[in-house]
């Protein structure tokens, strides 16, 4: 007849096994591990993602990506010169009064009296230039 009390005989005996401890401990290492590898890939990927970008968007050098502007326009109306700058730090359209800053796109909105040549000119941390003009024929 079976007793009331409980022996330690019915503990399940995979409890009382070492190396199930064991077992579980090194898969959760091995898991931990194998997130830390994934996520370096991962970052590896986006930087990867990031370089490409940068190269795409001109690279390392200050560079006028494009600029062009309304070809002709009749006296009174306006015109727009565009442009694009990379790695800038400052830009200057002139004869242009307004500010202009460097920017990847840029429209601006002229009122030329008379055909007119537009000088942007870019310039880098470092203090280097580069130049280019567009020209808005008045009619």
């Not at 109306?77 to 790695?87: D, K, L, P, S, W």
Request: glycine residues 6%; charged residues 20%.
């Amino acid at each position: 007849m079976l007793s009331e009390k409980q022996s330690p005989e019915t503990t399940p005996r995979r409890f009382k096994n070492p190396f199930v401890y064991s077992s579980l401990f090194l898969l959760a290492v091995a898991v931990y591990v194998g997130s830390i590898f994934l996520s370096r890939h991962q970052v590896q990927k986006q930087r990867e993602a990031d370089q490409a970008a940068v190269e795409q968007l001109g690279g390392r050098e200050l560079a006028i990506q494009m600029l062009y502007a309304t070809p002709e326009i009749r006296r009174g109306e306006t015109a727009q010169v565009c442009f694009g700058v990379a790695n800038a730090k400052s830009v200057t359209l002139v004869p242009e009064t307004r500010p202009v800053w460097p920017s990847h796109n840029l429209c601006v909105d002229v009122n030329p009296n008379k055909t007119t040549t537009y000088t942007l000119t870019a310039t880098g941390a470092d203090g280097k230039q580069v130049a280019q003009q567009v020209q808005v024929i008045v009619r």
